[in-house]
């Protein structure tokens, strides 16, 4: 994996994470195409337990309920492995007008991509690492 660092961030290209944000990217990638546009799609390490993730999602249609969980949960299924899907602790719906998501969309414009945060507690979330795969204000 190569790396790119500048001004506190650094921007990864390769097989990063052993192919997890590459695998979950094309999960993103299939929400939106199926659902709409997303204000966050990210990947946060939990600081309470190594190398599992919280997968945090923002957009319009996306509720805190049943119907949305259950779409994600499935979506992730064909994409991951299980062996990916067990690295993978929650997933997050948040509010696109409350913070972090107007912090970090604020701070970053990105769809489809992957940028890779240092330091995500920068924005209020008890996690030490991150990958934002889409961050976009909402319209």
């Not at 890779?116 to 976009?136: C, H, K, M, W």
Request: hydrophobic share 45%.
């Amino acid at each position: 994996m190569g790396l790119f660092a500048l001004g506190g961030l650094t921007f990864a290209f390769g097989n990063a994470m052993n192919g997890l944000v590459e695998k979950v990217s094309l999960v993103e990638r299939d929400i939106a195409k199926e659902r709409g546009s997303l204000n966050l799609f990210a990947l946060f390490e939990r600081e309470d337990l190594h190398d599992r993730w919280d997968l945090v999602i923002s957009a319009s249609w996306a509720k805190m309920d049943l119907e949305t969980l259950r779409y994600v949960a499935d979506t992730i299924k064909r994409h991951l492995a299980p062996e990916d899907m067990t690295r993978l602790a929650r997933i997050v719906i948040l509010p696109a007008d409350e913070d972090p998501v107007r912090s970090i969309n604020k701070r970053y414009d990105v769809e489809h991509g992957e940028v890779e945060l240092n330091d995500p507690a920068q924005f209020g979330l008890p996690v030490r690492y991150g990958y934002i795969i889409t961050s976009r204000a909402a319209a």
